[in-house]
């Protein structure tokens, strides 16, 4: 269950962010990687890696490309026609990792705006840019995991991860966004009812027979 956000095409409302969070496993550090939408705080793509190569990362930014570059696309051509500095495409944003900015361009050059090297800084110094939206999102994380020291195995740590960002965006409603879930805000439509989590595990259930 944990890629089933990529059987959905989230609405795009705010800019992309990307971030990981470091979680120790057997005392070797790992890397939790995140794509965030700011204004909908639906997680776009992720993964659970042993180390963020070249590799990893764009396998990272496909999960976006698969599920939303037509309505990149459809923005950029809305848009391409106004001087470079006045389209408003959909953007991403992250820290100078070199492999986040160069998997953003693989995929995205042109049709998206790539602002990359942004501090958390930004906001204290009142900047246009700043990657606050997947920090506090990590931080929910070393909240969840304060209690353990490390995770005693990958899948184990994966297994966490990959639960953990699916009931964020389907499973738990979110102040900033008057009691709604990431995924209601980013109109995928799947009725859930109240108890999100069993309908959700009964949509997959289901889903998985279809497919068989």
Do not use: W
Not at 148 to 175: C, I, M, T, W, Y
Request: hydrophobic letters at 30%; one cysteine or more.
């Amino acid at each position: 269950m944990g890629q089933i956000h990529l059987e959905f095409t989230p609405k795009i409302k705010g800019m992309i962010h990307t971030d990981e969070k470091v979680i120790h496993v057997k005392k070797e550090k790992m890397y939790d990687m995140n794509c965030i939408d700011a204004k909908t705080k639906y997680v776009l793509a992720h993964l659970f890696v042993e180390s963020r190569t070249k590799k990893k990362v764009r396998k990272l930014f496909k999960q976006i490309k698969d599920t939303c570059y037509k309505q990149i696309l459809e923005r950029y051509k809305k848009e391409k026609h106004k001087q470079r500095g006045k389209r408003k495409l959909i953007t991403f944003v992250s820290d100078g990792f070199e492999n986040y900015k160069d998997s953003a361009k693989y995929y995205f050059n042109h049709v998206a705006k790539i602002v990359f090297g942004v501090p958390i800084a930004c906001k204290k110094y009142k900047l246009k840019h700043n990657n606050n939206p997947i920090e506090k999102y990590n931080q929910d994380i070393k909240d969840q995991i304060k209690t353990k020291r490390h995770f005693g195995s990958f899948e184990g740590a994966k297994s966490f991860l990959d639960l953990r960002h699916v009931v964020k965006n389907f499973v738990n409603p979110h102040q900033s966004l008057k009691g709604k879930t990431p995924a209601e805000v980013a109109e995928i439509k799947l009725s859930l009812g109240r108890d999100k989590l069993k309908h959700l595990i009964k949509y997959k259930a289901e889903s998985k027979m279809t497919k068989s």
